[in-house]
């Protein structure tokens, strides 16, 4: 069985290890920041255990949040930002 | 939409919620086991559902595994759309849930305070960065800043230390006194003191700074430095990021919906671990934050008393009885300092949803003031990080939340039900 995954983000494909979270895999492919806020600034994942919700990316055309998801192969990840 | 039916509704699989399902079906109860994470265990047991290396962990977590508790995992508790009729929502859709019974434990979350800087990324709660590591984040090489008060920063530093990261420093807010004396505290509890032992071994060598907090973080697009005040002296730290937690606030937001009465921000609970709402039972942190022993304890009384058996056993009285003790002595020697509530200047973020400023928060009277004049809290999150931040810097209580309680898509709401089925055991 093999113990990577692929998966899209913003249309680049990202080859991560399973298990690990979608917010671990955006920092693993590079990304620092994941959505814009309202005045612009960039922001990412900050308390971990889905309270701040500064996580959120679209999975699969759905709002989810990075650090409650799993990564899955075939993913489609799209990032605010 | 999917419908399930059960007698006992347990929300939260963290070590409350397990303790308090299996309780549940040994008194002869059928339960069913809901959590938005992935699997089992909660913050506390985070990663220990394959590999559990703590014993208490692994206790449990076998006990769950060989019960007829029936789990679902991956769903958040969105609202109620009746009494004993809960409405969840996850990746495969919404769900609902016919119950009896309800027991809440839906744990704590970290209280983040502002600071200038702190919406950068690369600044994390404390217990938020040690999670995320746990679910794979990469760390390693990184030059790290631990910072807050209380266990919670020492655990995350141990943590990221062992996934390779450079812990730079930890900055205790509380001064040398009060650490000293909750170390000659915890004398009655030798659990505590030997994971302190163990924490402190895992921690050799990094420096560790009490009465010192973090003032400023600062970076363009994401964190490069923090500014560390220790005493009378301010230091720039260069480093990739900042772990930084105050504490754990009670995730009170389900117990508040049904209507059950708080004191302190905690739930009102009797010695069965009834709340003030018929049928609705709370067990662990939202009681009042009190740490796994506690919240254990609290799970199987809440679960033989929501199965219609009212005995306390002696030991589980006993458990109670001292990690109340416990939680006692971590309050009263982890209080935040006043300097805290001067950290964010006027122009500040507060409600990081809404981008509200700290200046026309700090204007309004209460929190729900707030909400209408400014839309603080009426983001994604909720209020749950400003209005936490809240209660600290002007002495705001929650406003009762509405539903839902998290964003949530209209299906949630509008689709008709089917017929319910009892729920089978599914694995996680």
Not at chain 2, 83 to 97: E, I, N, T, Y
């Amino acid at each position: 069985m093999s113990t990577d995954v692929r998966l899209r983000v913003d249309g680049v494909e990202v080859v991560v290890p399973a298990g690990c979270s979608v917010a671990a895999a955006l920092r693993l492919a590079g990304h620092v920041s994941t959505r814009r806020a309202l005045d612009g600034g960039g922001r990412g994942a900050c308390c971990g255990m889905g309270v701040c919700f500064e996580c959120r990316v679209r999975i699969n055309g759905v709002e989810r949040l990075g650090c409650l998801a799993r990564v899955a192969d075939g993913m489609e990840i799209v990032c605010d930002a | 939409m999917r419908e399930l039916s059960t007698e006992i509704l347990v929300v939260g699989a963290g070590p409350a919620g397990i303790a308090a399902a299996v309780s549940a079906e040994r008194a002869g109860a059928r339960a069913l086991l809901v959590d938005m994470q992935a699997e089992p265990g909660g913050q506390i047991w985070r990663g220990q559902w394959n590999n559990a290396t703590d014993r208490a962990a692994r206790r449990w977590l076998t006990a769950l595994r060989g019960s007829p508790v029936a789990t679902r995992y991956g769903l958040r508790l969105v609202d109620f759309a009746a009494p004993g009729l809960a409405v969840f929502d996850g990746a495969d859709g919404p769900l609902r849930v016919r119950c009896e019974r309800l027991i809440v434990a839906a744990g704590a979350r970290e209280r983040l305070l502002p600071f200038p800087g702190w919406t950068l990324p690369g600044v994390f709660g404390a217990g938020g960065l040690q999670v995320l590591v746990k679910n794979g984040w990469p760390v390693a090489g990184q030059r790290i800043v631990v910072a807050g008060s209380g266990p919670l920063p020492l655990a995350a530093a141990a943590t990221l230390r062992k996934a390779g990261a450079q812990v730079l420093c930890i900055a205790e807010q509380t001064g040398a006194a009060d650490l000293a004396r909750f170390a000659a505290g915890l004398a009655p509890h030798p659990g505590k003191w030997l994971q302190a032992a163990a924490l402190r071994g895992r921690l050799a060598g990094v420096a560790y700074r009490c009465n010192a907090w973090v003032e400023r973080a600062e970076g363009t697009e994401r964190l490069e430095s923090v500014r560390l005040r220790a005493g009378r002296s301010v230091e720039r730290i260069a480093c990739d990021a900042l772990a930084v937690g105050f504490g754990l606030v009670p995730n009170t937001e389900i117990a508040q919906l049904l209507g059950c009465e708080l004191r302190d921000g905690a739930v009102v609970v009797d010695v069965h671990q009834h709340s003030s709402v018929a049928g609705i039972y709370c067990a662990g942190e939202i009681c009042g934050i009190g740490g796994v022993d506690q919240a254990l304890a609290q799970g199987e009384v809440a679960g033989r008393a929501a199965a219609g058996s009212g005995e306390r056993p002696r030991a589980v009285r006993r458990d109670c009885a001292r990690s109340a003790r416990f939680a006692q002595t971590l309050r009263r020697h982890f209080a935040l300092r006043d300097e805290l509530r001067e950290l964010a200047t006027a122009d500040t973020v507060l409600c990081r949803c809404e981008n509200v400023r700290y200046a026309d928060a700090a204007a309004c009277r209460s929190q729900r003031d707030a909400r209408l004049q400014t839309r603080l809290g009426m983001g994604h999150c909720q209020a749950r990080i400003c209005g936490a931040a809240g209660e600290f810097l002007f002495g705001w209580t929650a406003a009762t939340p509405r539903p839902p309680l998290a964003p949530a898509p209209l299906t949630c709401f509008t689709e008709p039900t089917s017929d319910p089925e009892p729920p089978a055991q599914e694995s996680a």
